[in-house]
């Protein structure tokens, strides 16, 4: 199992109209076959200036490739998220076993 998660700042006005649009269009993504768990978050800590994240998971590096070269997701990618993301931070998690 793969966890893929992200966390970013939008460019846009908190409570707008752009802020609504852009997550409903990153909701979207959960459509993507391989995607399971999808969640799309508000970040609630002080402690960093990210304001949500996008938390999902994967049965393993194949499914994860699949999401990643899908051409939903890099539509997304390419359309919504460079231009109005003004910064974000991705980690990717696999279960830890001691």
């Given at each position: 199992?793969?966890?893929?998660t992200?966390v970013?700042?939008?460019k ?6 752009a ?18 768990k ?7 800590s ?24 899908h ?6 990618v ?21």
């Amino acid at each position: 199992m793969i966890r893929h998660t992200v966390v970013f700042r939008l460019k846009h006005a908190p409570g707008s109209e752009a802020e609504r649009e852009f997550l409903n269009a990153a909701c979207e993504l959960a459509s993507i076959p391989s995607v399971k768990k999808f969640e799309c978050l508000r970040q609630t800590s002080v402690k960093n200036s990210y304001t949500f994240g996008l938390s999902m998971e994967f049965d393993d590096s194949a499914a994860y490739a699949l999401y990643n070269d899908h051409p939903d997701h890099t539509a997304f990618v390419r359309q919504r998220w460079i231009p109005e993301v003004a910064e974000f931070m991705e980690i990717d998690y696999v279960p830890h076993t001691v």
